[in-house]
Each structure stands twice: as structure tokens, then as C-alpha cells.
């Protein structure tokens, strides 16, 4: 078991930048692959990125790659979401997701993931 909290959300305009952070406690937390989802008013939660165990690959969603880096510190059970040059479209409650399973971070297996309570980004233009 593995518990999250979340944390950096807010409100920003539009090209600017926000870092998001995770805490994680529990098991050991370098036992776990890491991701980031988002949920939009009346979309579906989506994937962002994710990170392996050991923080050496790292996958991200077509919408943010090349903006968005996911990270993790292993010795601080936390891993980052860094988010630059955001737009309105990014605006979504972020949630951060855990997983012994590297396919369920990376797709999403809602059911199997551990979440944490999400955090409110608001970009405006």
C-alpha cells in the first residue's frame, strides 16, 4: 500500500510555469512506477507522463512532451511533474498514480493504480 499526496497546484496565465510534486509513504516508493493523470471538467482522466522505478525512462502524452518533465527523488519519495510554457487546454485537476505494474501507469488501469487526492491547475489566456 502506498499513499499519495499532491501538492503545487494553481493558477497561472497562459506560457507560464508551475512544478507539481507528489509525496508518496508506505512501501518503498522506489518499488513503484510513477505517473501523472489529468481530469478536465466533463473529460476523462487522462495520462500526462510517467517514470519508471529507477527514474531512467521517462514516457509523456503527445499533448505535453517537449513542455511537461517528470521526474522522481527516490531518497525524498516524491516525484515532480515541472510544466512549462502552459496553455488553457492544460487546465485539469492533476492526479498522481502508483504502480508496481508499468503498463497500468502508462494506460491508465484505473482500477489497479494507487491515486492520490489531486490538485487544481488553471491556466488562463
Known amino acids: 500500500q502506498v499513499h499519495l499526496v499532491e501538492s503545487g497546484g494553481g493558477s497561472v496565465q497562459a506560457g507560464g510555469s508551475l512544478r507539481l510534486s507528489c509525496a508518496a509513504s508506505g512501501r518503498t516508493f522506489s518499488s513503484y512506477f510513477m505517473g501523472w493523470f489529468r481530469q478536465a471538467p466533463g473529460k476523462e482522466r487522462e495520462f500526462v507522463a510517467a517514470i519508471s522505478r529507477g527514474g531512467g525512462t521517462t514516457y509523456y502524452a503527445d499533448s505535453v512532451k517537449g513542455r511537461f518533465t517528470i521526474s522522481r527523488d527516490n531518497a525524498k519519495n516524491t516525484v515532480y511533474l515541472q510544466m512549462n510554457r502552459l496553455k488553457p487546454e492544460d487546465t485539469a485537476v492533476y492526479y498522481c498514480?502508483?504502480?508496481?505494474?508499468?503498463?497500468?501507469?502508462?494506460?491508465?488501469?484505473?482500477?489497479?493504480?494507487?491515486w492520490g487526492q489531486g490538485t487544481q491547475v488553471t491556466v488562463s489566456s
Open positions: 498514480a502508483a504502480s508496481t505494474s508499468l503498463s497500468d501507469v502508462r494506460y491508465g488501469n484505473i482500477d489497479r493504480l494507487y
